[in-house]
Structure formats: structure tokens, C-alpha cells
């Protein structure tokens, strides 16, 4: 009896804890669910939104000493609607025909690129245990209890009150509003919409803005329950926002909103009640100490993997998508063998004069860029296999060149193997990761794919790698994840230029495989694949046989050269090297650029490791200008993710990459004046 | 006065794949002509470039003599254009009250808005009666009904309407082209893209006929049929 008394009260303050941070998780998958049924995009930026209005109200409240009213509204009812109307009106709009992958890619840029563009902007910068402060007095301090269990402080009671407040303005909105049936109108048809008299680019804007509100209140709202204001904290929310949505189908406003307020108490339960299954029993434990942090995360991947109703997304067709033209096919390799050729002359001869260049000229600090470089290109090559042939996004390549790091690691460390044997043992694994994982998520497909696999990449960063089996544990803490480069013969790899050598060797073995498998039996049945799959299956293809090599081999290579960076470096470096973060900005570096080339690796790899020197720090100045570099250089790294969350926009406009349309447009020039003088000759050659 | 529509020279294509190529067709004030053609003629096409959904390559599209070539679909809309296109013209996700209210809230007004929508229910009394029924659970007659009612309450200067016919019973077509004719003795202009070809010929004056994305033949209606029965031959031939 007592036991059942006690339980009660635990389920009933575990509800009253998750309240509040679960109606803030309400609140922005509103508007998520808002903005993706008005324009289809999945916006991850929201994150990112919300992290900017936080942090331009802590600005103003701290740095400026402005009142409650001003601030909120300069933060929340200027800057946030404000931001939401400029990437509509900039990016998304002339978006409306483009996959929603590519959408998505944009968005990812913009995580990165928005908070880094605002903090260049208002010179704000996260201070380490400056809580950021509620918006009414005594927000942490004053407490209310209403059933003797737990006590609400006013900071939670204000989370709930603006959340019901907003749901309930919303629902009024759609409801009541002419405004909220244009945009309801909006939701089905946009063109219909028009039909009516309506002009709907206005109506879609409105519905950024309104989100893009929510999500500002939502990041001023949640910002007293972290430590310090950083953006990566606001990714987590929205991550699980994503969550609430998708357990609404991203239809529906009232189910995300209490799937947003069920995960809050989901998550409030669990930390409750997990702790004490740990001290029964033992082993749970790593797990609890870990899980909890990452709990968006398992719970995104779970609500993808075990809700079958999110794949069939229930949507009312729009009667006038006819007028659409068909999607255009996917950048078709246009193969020519001049084009083919001119490639290979041009890559093999800027490959040697760079090579030749940094073997004898450069210094240890270029040498360790460049075998960067080569060594970041091989890990590409495995988004070559899996993007780029196969068709799917993957957000977790870095947990898988981080499995191939971390068994180069352990097998040195414990067993003394040799690191290029363990390498590849590392690349097997990943693979073995890399194919047990394409099972769930590949039926998934799309947007939600790459979600789940972003979801991973999370659960992979904030548990796995705390095992001391993979990580190394608290030993590796203080002495680092060692890994020994390796000696063959007489050859000591310790030298650096040495170990250009073989990167660059097993650069070219990896692309050598990588054109193997692309005009293999699998290329094959992953082209007839991104064709049609239902033409493909109807002549005896598997697709799943197929996509599923494809993403076991790219978690090999992914493996392999995660491997190799690590005895490059010799160390593990995992949060430098492979966090979910980087896995993002690699993905979108290498679509930008070219996913489908061997070349576009190359490049990418080139542009992430030698772009910060080259450029930013203006080192190419000052070799053409014999030591002198422009005065605005070096400039700071935030822009490097300006620039990035720019180079992701051009995707939208060149989905086969920017490397392979310049290289396309060079062949069209060049064919050109080569067809004119033929004709010249030719015409030159009838006339008497 | 001038034309209340008038296509000059219009190409145009949906992406890579070109559909019509320099249509020329003009419907008077209070005017009516019926477009007939085999499918995949451009018919639907030429009708969307007339609402603006589609935006010609070449060629421009005036509207009472104003040239709103490249405007969005609103602009025609407000400049009188109303169009109900092929297959379900109404908001599924809308209620009845809703469908209606989302096209007279602009023209008449937060105050005129019950007026109207009594109007509509006067007309339709059946509408009336599904007022909060969403419209996508209507019959394809009912919802022919409430985008007929949504223009009769309110008549625009020119209707397109994209083969209204199309799936209904014959004794929902007859009620249909009653309307129909009711609009334009409202002054209306009306354009009518068909393959009902009798019903079509019956309200128009004019007729254009349409093969391959190009106007092959236009002039009265009563002159059509001999033509429609010839083109149907050669149309036979390829396709
Ligand atoms: N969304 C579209 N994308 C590509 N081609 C289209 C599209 N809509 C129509 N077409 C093509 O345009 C031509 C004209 O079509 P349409 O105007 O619908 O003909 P109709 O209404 O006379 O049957 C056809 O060849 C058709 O295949
Ligand atoms: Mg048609």
C-alpha cells in the first residue's frame, strides 16, 4: 500500500516536472508542424531561431540593462518573426519545386550559419555559468507547491502559461480568423488559395513569421534551464520538437502539441524512475548516466522506427500539383569521354604539381593540412557511395569513421595489433554498424531517413562513445585516445612526408573500389534505383539488398578513413574530428560541391581542411603578393560558417554540385568554340 | 471595348516539355467560347495560362484590355478571372461555410459576408444543408455545385471552367450547364474547355478547337460540329 502510494506521487511529480519543459517542446513543434505544412520545409534552423532570440534577450537584459517588455519584445516580437521573413523571403520561397532533401540540406546550413552570423553580428559570445535569466522576477527563485510533491518555480509556471496561451491564440487563429482560413486554405493549395483572390506568398510568410515567433519564445522561454547559452542546447530542442511532430505526422497541430507535452513527462518519468532500476541493477548504469542527456535523441530515433504511421504521411492532395512540372531528374552523370578526359588530364596534373609542391616546399604545418585533406577526402568518398550513388542522406558518417577510430584505438591500445591490420578491422565493424542500421532506416526513406540517421549519430556521440570500451573511458581523459603510426619494412610512417605518401595511396585504392562498385552489379541497381523504384523492382531489383550494401560499404569507408585520420593525428580527437556537427557540415560540403565525383571528395576534402588557411588567413595573399595579406584578413572563423550556410543555398540551385556545373560549363564553352572552328575548317575546306 | 481576355502569340511549357506554341484566342465582354480538343491538346494549359498558373514563355495574356502577362494568379483573380480547374475545385480540408467564405470575404466585406452566403444557400439549397460538412465528403455533383454557387453569388467578369462534366451523371451535367447558363446571362463572359462536346456547343457562341498545343480551327459554334467530327479523324490517325 505504501509502495503504491509512493509510486503515485512519483508519476504525479514526474508529470509536474515535464510540464513545463514539455509545453516549451509544444510550443516549437507547432510551429515546426506550421511551417511544414505551409511550405514543406523540414526546418532543423528552428534550433537555431530559437537560440538567436534567446540570446539577443540575454543580450539585451544583461549587456544593454533593458526591462522585461522591451527586451522580450525586441527578441521574440521583432527579431524572431523578422528572421522567419527573410528566409522565407530569400531562400525558401523560390524553394517551393525543390526536394525536400535539398530543403532540408539549406536548413542544416542555416543551423550552422544563423547563430555563428549573429554573434558576428551583436558580438554576443556564451560566457561560461552566466545563466541566462526568465522573463519575470524571480523567475528561479520563487516557488509555488500546490501539492506538497514538487515545487514549481515561476519560471516553470510562466514556461506553461505562455505555452497554453499560445496554443490556445493559435488555435483561435486558425479557427476564428479569416486570416487562419487563408492559411488554412494555404495548407491544401496554395495555387487554389490564389484562385480565390488570395495572394499566398503573403499567407506563407505570415506562417513563417508566426512560427518563427514561437520558436523565439520557445529558446527565451527554455534558456533559465541551461547553465550557459549555447547554440548546440537549442538543437537538442528542436530535435525533440521534431519528435512531437512526428508522433502528430506532421499533419496534425493538437496531436504535436501533446506529443510535445508527452515527451516532456516521458522524459521526466524516465529520469525519475530509471536511477532506481540502475541501483537494482548494475549494469543499466552506464547507460542511465548517459541516456539521459541524449534522451531527444533515442526518443527521436524510436518514435521513427517503431511509428509506422509516420511513413504513410497522410496528406490531402492538392488538386493543382498538376501544374508542377515533373521534378527534374537527378543530376544525371552527363558523361562524355572529352569531359571524362579533359578531367582526369586536368586532376591528375593539378594532383602532382600540388603533391610534387608539398613534398619538397612545405612546412610541418602544410604538411599536416594537406594529408588532412586527402585523408577527410577518403572519408567523403563513403557520402560519394551513399549520396551520391544511393540516394540517401546520411547524418551519421562521422559515428561510423568514428567506430573505424575508436577500433584502431582499443586493438593498439590493448592488443598491440598493428594499426593499418586494425584499420581495417575498424572498417569492418563500421560496416557491420553501418549495415545493421540501414535496416530500420532505410524503409524509412527521405527526410525521415536522414533525421533517423542524424538521431544516431546523436545517441552514438552522447552513449557509445562513453563506454570505456570505445571510448576509452575516464583513462582516456587525461592521456588522450593514443593511437601509434605504423611502420611496414624499412619504412617509418612517423615521418610525415611518408605518410602523405600513403594517404594519397590509399586515397586512390579507395576511388579505384569506389568506381568498381559504381559500374558494378550494385552501381547499376542503385542507378536503376534512383530512376524508379517501382520500375526497378518490377524487373526483379531489390532495393533493399541493394541500398543496403550501399550503406555497409560507405560505413566501411567512412571507417577506414576515420581510422586512418586517427593515426594520422595519432589520436582519436573524436570531438574535434567526428561529432554529429561535423558529420552535418561534411554531408552538406560534399552535396554542395559534388556528391557524385570522385573529384567532388576531393575538392571537399580540400576545401574543409585547407579553406580555414588558405583564405581565411590569407595565406594565398600572401604568397601572390609576396607577403602582403589584405587588412581585413584573417578574419574570424565564424564566418567560415557564414559562408558555409551560403554555399549550402547554392544547392538548391545546382543539386549535381558546384564542382560538376563549373565542370560542365568549361566542357559547353570548350565544345563550343571547338564545334566553331571545326565548322570554320570545314566550311573553309568547300569553299573553292 | 476591349476583349475581357486575350491570348497573344502564347507558348508555353512545363519545364523541358513544351505544350503550347503561339495560341492566339480572344473571348469578348459577356462572350463565350468553347474549347474543345483531343486530350493532351493544350486545353487545360491554355486555361491556366488564363488564371495565371502557368506563366507563357512567350507571347502576353490581357485582361480587359490590360496586360497581365507574368502577374500572379491573385492578380488575375482580382482583375475578374475566376477559374474552377479540372477535377475538384474546392478545399477538401474547408468546410461548406468555409469554401464560401474564403472567396467572399474579399469582395464583400466582413459585412456583407452572411448576405452571401445566404445567397449561396438560397441558390443551393442542398449546400445549405452541409454547410459544416467538409467539402472534400461532398458528392463530385455537390462540389461542382459549390464552386458554381462561389461564381454566382459573385459574378466575375470571365469563368474558366475546366471540363465541369467531367465524372458526373448525366442529369448532374444538365443541372450543371444550367448554372452555367445562368452566369452568363449574368454578363459573364465564359470560357468552357470540354469534351462533352453537345453541351458546350449548345451555351457557347464561338468555339476554338485545339490540336498539338496550336489553335487549328476557330469560328461560330453552329459551323464546329463538321470540323470536331474531321479532327477527330485526323487525331485518330497518331494517336
Ligand atoms: N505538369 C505537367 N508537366 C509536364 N507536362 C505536362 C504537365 N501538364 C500537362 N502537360 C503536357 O502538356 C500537354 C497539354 O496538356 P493539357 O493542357 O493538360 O491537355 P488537355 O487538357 O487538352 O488534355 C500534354 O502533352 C501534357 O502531357
Ligand atoms: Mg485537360
Redesign the pocket.
Known amino acids: 500500500m505504501l509502495l503504491a502510494a509512493s509510486t503515485g506521487e512519483d508519476l504525479l511529480r514526474a508529470v509536474l516536472q515535464g510540464a513545463p519543459p514539455g509545453s516549451v517542446y509544444a510550443l516549437i513543434a507547432l510551429g515546426f508542424v506550421l511551417t511544414y505544412k505551409t511550405s514543406g520545409v523540414f526546418n532543423l534552423a528552428f534550433g537555431a531561431q530559437a537560440y538567436v532570440s534567446a540570446a539577443m534577450y540575454f543580450q539585451a537584459r544583461n549587456e544593454w540593462e533593458w526591462q522585461v517588455v522591451p527586451a522580450l519584445i525586441l527578441a521574440v516580437f521583432i527579431l524572431a518573426p523578422l528572421i522567419g521573413l527573410v528566409l522565407e523571403r530569400l531562400i525558401f520561397r523560390h524553394l517551393s519545386n525543390s526536394s525536400a532533401v535539398a530543403k532540408l540540406v539549406i536548413a542544416i546550413g542555416l543551423t550552422v550559419a544563423l547563430p555563428s552570423l549573429f554573434e558576428l553580428v551583436t558580438g554576443f559570445s556564451a560566457v561560461a555559468g552566466r545563466t541566462p535569466t526568465g522573463i519575470i522576477p524571480g523567475g528561479s527563485s520563487v516557488f509555488y507547491d500546490p501539492f506538497g510533491i514538487y515545487p514549481l518555480s515561476r519560471d516553470e509556471l510562466a514556461q506553461m502559461a505562455v505555452a497554453l496561451f499560445g496554443m490556445a491564440a493559435l488555435g483561435a487563429l486558425f479557427r476564428f480568423s479569416s486570416l487562419g482560413l487563408a492559411l488554412r486554405a494555404v495548407v491544401e493549395s496554395p495555387r487554389m488559395t490564389e484562385l480565390s483572390g488570395i495572394n499566398a506568398d503573403r499567407v506563407s510568410a505570415f506562417a513563417w513569421a508566426l512560427s518563427s515567433l514561437f520558436a523565439g519564445m520557445a529558446g527565451v522561454l527554455i534558456a533559465p534551464r541551461f547553465n550557459t547559452l549555447m547554440a548546440p542546447d537549442f538543437f537538442h530542442l528542436v530535435i525533440v520538437a521534431i519528435a512531437a511532430a512526428a508522433i502528430g505526422r506532421l499533419a496534425s497541430l493538437p496531436r504535436a502539441l501533446l506529443g510535445g507535452l508527452g515527451l516532456g513527462i516521458f522524459i521526466a518519468l524516465f529520469n525519475t524512475f530509471l536511477p532506481r532500476w540502475t541501483a537494482d541493477h548494475g549494469w543499466l548504469r552506464p547507460f542511465q548516466e548517459n541516456l539521459t542527456p541524449s534522451m531527444p535523441f533515442v526518443i527521436l530515433f524510436g518514435v521513427l522506427v517503431c511509428w509506422p504511421a509516420i511513413r504513410r504521411e497522410h496528406r490531402v492532395v492538392d488538386p493543382l500539383s498538376?501544374?508542377?512540372?515533373?521534378p527534374p531528374g537527378l543530376a544525371a552523370l552527363t558523361r562524355n569521354r572529352r569531359l571524362t578526359l579533359i578531367t582526369r588530364v586536368f586532376s591528375v596534373s593539378l594532383l602532382c604539381v600540388i603533391g610534387v609542391t608539398v613534398l619538397l616546399r612545405a612546412d610541418v604545418r602544410w604538411l599536416f593540412l594537406v594529408t588532412q585533406a586527402v585523408i577527410l577526402a577518403i572519408i567523403y568518398l563513403s557520402i560519394t557511395v551513399v549520396t551520391g550513388f544511393a540516394g540517401q542522406i546520411s547524418l551519421c558518417q562521422g559515428a561510423f569513421a568514428a567506430v573505424g577510430a575508436f577500433t584502431v584505438f582499443q586493438l593498439a591500445d590493448r592488443y598491440d595489433l598493428s594499426v593499418l591490420a586494425a584499420a581495417l578491422v575498424g572498417a569492418a565493424l563500421a560496416a557491420v554498424v553501418g549495415a545493421v542500421l540501414s535496416l530500420p532506416v532505410l524503409r524509412l526513406g527521405g527526410v525521415w531517413l536522414a533525421i533517423a540517421t542524424l538521431a544516431f549519430a546523436f545517441f552514438f556521440d552522447a552513449v557509445m562513445v562513453k563506454f570505456s570500451w570505445i571510448g576509452g573511458g575516464g583513462t582516456s581523459l587525461f592521456q588522450g585516445t593514443r593511437v601509434p603510426r605504423p611502420t611496414i619494412g624499412p619504412w617509418d610512417f612517423a615521418d610525415d612526408r611518408l605518410f602523405l605518401v600513403l594517404a594519397v595511396v590509399a586515397f586512390t585504392v579507395v576511388s579505384f573500389l569506389v568506381i568498381q562498385l559504381r559500374e558494378g552489379t550494385t552501381g547499376r541497381m542503385l542507378h536503376a534505383l534512383r530512376g524508379s523504384e517501382m520500375a526497378a523492382e518490377s524487373i526483379g531489383i531489390s532495393p533493399v539488398r541493394a541500398r543496403v550494401t550501399a550503406f555497409a560499404v560507405s560505413a566501411a569507408i567512412a571507417g577506414f578513413g576515420g581510422a586512418l585520420l586517427a593515426i594520422h593525428q595519432e589520436n582519436v580527437n573524436y570531438q574535434n574530428n567526428f561529432s554529429p556537427t561535423a558529420a552535418l557540415f561534411w554531408l552538406v560540403l560534399v552535396v554542395s560541391l559534388s556528391a557524385r565525383t570522385i573529384e567532388g571528395a576531393a575538392y571537399s576534402g580540400a576545401a574543409f581542411s585547407l579553406f580555414d588557411s588558405l583564405v581565411l588567413r590569407g595565406e594565398v595573399f600572401r604568397w601572390i603578393f609576396r607577403g602582403w595579406v589584405p587588412g581585413i584578413l584573417p578574419i574570424s572563423p565564424k564566418w567560415r560558417f557564414v559562408l558555409f550556410g551560403l554555399a549550402s543555398i547554392q544547392f538548391s540551385r545546382h543539386p549535381e554540385g558546384l564542382v560538376e556545373y563549373g565542370k560542365r560549363r568549361a566542357t559547353r564553352r570548350f565544345n563550343e568554340r571547338f564545334d566553331r572552328r571545326e565548322r570554320d575548317r570545314a566550311s573553309q575546306e568547300t569553299s573553292p | 471595348m476591349s476583349p475581357v481576355l486575350e491570348l497573344r502569340g502564347v507558348s508555353a511549357s512545363?519545364?523541358p516539355?513544351r505544350?503550347l506554341f503561339g495560341v492566339s484566342l480572344t473571348v469578348e465582354a459577356g462572350g463565350s467560347l468553347a474549347l474543345l480538343?483531343?486530350?493532351?491538346?493544350?486545353?487545360?494549359?491554355?486555361a491556366r495560362v488564363a488564371s495565371g498558373l502557368v506563366v507563357p514563355t512567350s507571347g502576353s495574356v490581357l485582361v480587359d484590355g490590360e496586360d497581365l502577362t507574368g502577374a500572379r494568379p491573385h492578380q488575375y483573380a482580382r482583375a475578374g478571372v475566376a477559374h474552377a480547374p479540372?477535377g475538384r475545385s474546392v478545399f477538401a480540408t474547408l468546410t461548406v461555410a468555409e469554401n464560401l467564405r474564403l472567396s467572399f470575404r474579399r469582395t464583400h466585406g466582413a459585412s456583407g459576408l452572411s448576405c452571401a452566403l445566404d445567397r449561396a444557400y438560397d441558390l443551393f439549397p442542398q449546400l445549405g444543408n452541409r454547410r459544416s460538412q467538409m467539402a472534400g465528403t461532398l458528392s463530385g455533383g455537390e462540389q461542382r455545385m459549390l464552386s458554381m454557387a462561389r461564381v454566382l453569388v459573385n459574378p466575375p467578369k470571365l469563368l474558366i471552367a475546366d471540363e465541369p462534366s467531367l465524372g458526373l451523371a448525366p442529369i448532374i451535367i444538365d443541372e450543371v450547364y444550367q448554372s452555367l447558363r445562368a452566369i452568363r446571362e449574368a454578363g459573364t463572359a465564359v470560357l468552357i474547355?470540354e469534351q462533352q462536346v453537345g453541351h458546350a456547343l449548345q451555351l457557347c457562341d464561338r468555339t476554338a478547337v485545339?490540336g498539338h498545343?496550336a489553335v487549328e480551327w476557330e469560328g461560330p459554334a453552329d459551323e464546329a460540329t463538321d470540323v470536331m467530327v474531321g479532327q477527330m479523324f485526323t487525331t485518330g490517325e497518331d494517336g
Not at chain 2, 480538343?37 to 491554355?46: F, L
Open positions: 498538376g501544374v508542377d512540372p515533373p | 512545363y519545364g516539355f505544350a480538343g483531343s486530350n493532351g491538346a493544350g486545353k487545360t494549359t491554355v479540372e474547355v485545339l498545343g
